[in-house]
């Protein structure tokens, strides 16, 4: 299986940052993936919580979704590829979440995840976020299929939380796609150090494609998408450009790494 990564450098302009998605997908699309991720809230980002919100889409059955939701899934239909939507502001009732959408081959939805940890930290060099003023937690830890494979999804700062993704290994996940905007001053230290471990930890491939540059008036972005193997090993990353990364999915390789080091046998602790 070969699975794409795509970097973006989304804004304020929600019809601008959906058609470049859209050039991005069939940019990648040459290269014959059977998937391909976006990053994090790759429809519309801003460090403003109204504006955030502004670009909410209520999602089927309850509405119809809305311009992001309708182009990725027509794409995926039209490339015939799965296509994990990064994420978007998704409005349920009077409340609002950062949500990942999957579109199957068809065009159809097969997996949304809700992002359950939220960025609300100060990080070095003065900076603050506050992610819950914009977004409510999401609850459930979500896996889906393409064709015999089992993918997990986490969103940027659930990397922090290796229980979530042990939980994913646990449900059988053997890839897991993690869509981010992690920030500048965080991501040079850390971001490539935590991806690695989670791929480690879980004998996984981790795909996480990524923001890159500023956004509105405050947050930069690290970029640094990449695809990396269940020894831990970087296979695909995108350079410090808006642009997409392919690598190959070898399940032989992660069945090898998991028989010589079976640490999923080996836990003693809840």
């Known amino acids: 299986m070969r699975i794409s990564v795509v970097q973006m450098n989304s804004q304020g302009d929600k019809a601008a940052n959906i058609s470049a998605a859209v050039r991005l997908i069939k940019e990648a699309a040459l290269s014959s993936p059977q998937v391909i991720a976006l990053p994090e809230y790759f429809a519309f980002l801003s460090d403003k919580p109204d504006e955030m919100h502004s670009s909410a889409e209520v999602l089927p059955p309850v509405g119809t979704g809305d311009e992001a939701y309708a182009t990725i899934s027509s794409l995926a239909k039209e490339l015939g590829v799965t296509i994990h939507a990064g994420s978007i502001v998704e409005k349920?009732?009077?409340?609002?979440?950062?949500?990942?959408?999957?579109?199957?081959?068809?065009?159809?939805?097969?997996a949304r995840y809700r992002k359950i940890h939220l960025f609300d930290v100060d990080v070095p060099g003065g900076a603050f976020y506050r992610e819950s003023n914009s977004v409510s937690r999401g609850e459930a830890v979500t896996t889906y299929k393409v064709g015999d494979v089992t993918f997990g999804c986490g969103i940027c700062y659930d990397v922090r939380f290796p229980e979530l993704f042990r939980t994913l290994r646990d449900k059988g996940a053997e890839v897991i796609v993690l869509p981010a905007a992690f920030t500048l001053m965080t991501g040079k230290d850390h971001w490539e150090v935590l991806l690695r471990a989670r791929a480690i930890e879980t004998q996984c491939y981790i795909v996480a494609p990524a923001q890159i540059f500023g956004h509105g008036t405050g947050k930069v972005c690290f970029g640094h998408s990449m695809i990396i193997d269940p020894w831990g090993q970087v296979t695909a990353m995108v350079p410090d450009e808006i642009g997409v990364a392919t690598a190959t999915i070898d399940l032989q390789r992660l069945n090898n790494v998991r028989a010589k080091l079976p640490v999923a046998q080996h836990h003693v602790l809840n």
Do not use: E, R
């Not at 349920?92 to 097969?110: A, E, L, M, Q, R």
């Open 92 to 110: 349920h009732g009077n409340s609002f979440f950062n949500t990942t959408i999957v579109f199957g081959p068809d065009g159809s939805d097969i």
